[in-house]
């Protein structure tokens, strides 16, 4: 038995690098997981290397697509019947320059992969933590969120919003059963640094 037996968890890019190892924790935990990604072949690619027995589920998924993250959600409720933990994992950025060179092409995809999939996502599950009264939301931000850095405005930024974003709803629905926290990792040695 373990610590998250009967519980579903689902982890937006959950592929790769933090979101994979989140997944797998959960799963010799007793979760059932979902993890989503752009790229189907990779993210089949993942359920198999996880080896979870049928408890896990590939989601194909474009973070900054509000349809794709609450696709990824209804068929998490669809596939298992619920959602007891969200950790909004997916997240970058590109492009990065200078302000002053900046171009809104990549301030908007740096928003919408890290913070409004995050705001999307959550939304979503609470549509079903909300009527269970329980639920967990960990939203992976990074420690640029809590300083200033120059040449990487767009993730600071959007960063400092998810941090904000986290506060919020952790007090708007923490009497309700459902805690959202935000971690703050420094680097880690991905595929994505």
């Not at 409720?77 to 969200?86: A, P, S, T």
């Not at 990487?152 to 709803?169: E, P, Q």
Request: hydrophobic share 40%; glycine share 12%.
């Amino acid at each position: 038995m373990g610590e998250l037996d009967g519980r579903v968890a689902v982890i937006s890019g959950g592929t790769r690098g933090i979101g994979r190892a989140i997944a797998e924790a959960y799963l010799r935990d007793g979760a059932k997981v979902v993890v989503s990604g752009r790229d189907q072949a990779k993210g089949e690619g993942a359920i198999a290397e996880m080896n979870a027995g049928g408890n896990a589920h590939f989601v194909q998924a474009d973070s900054a697509v509000r349809e794709d993250c609450e696709r990824l959600i209804a068929e998490t409720v669809e596939q298992y019947g619920r959602i007891d933990i969200l950790v909004n994992n997916a997240g970058g950025s590109k492009d990065n320059a200078p302000v002053a060179q900046l171009t809104d092409e990549a301030m908007d995809w740096a928003l919408k992969v890290n913070l409004w999939s995050t705001f999307w996502c959550s939304r979503a599950a609470l549509q079903h933590m909300i009527p269970q009264q329980w639920g967990r939301i960990i939203n992976i931000s990074s420690t640029e969120g809590k300083v200033g850095k120059p040449g990487i405005a767009i993730y600071v930024t959007a960063k400092h919003a998810v941090n904000g974003l986290t506060k919020s709803m952790a007090q708007e629905v923490g009497t309700l059963g459902i805690t959202v926290n935000a971690l703050c990792p420094g680097a880690i040695e991905t595929d994505m640094m």
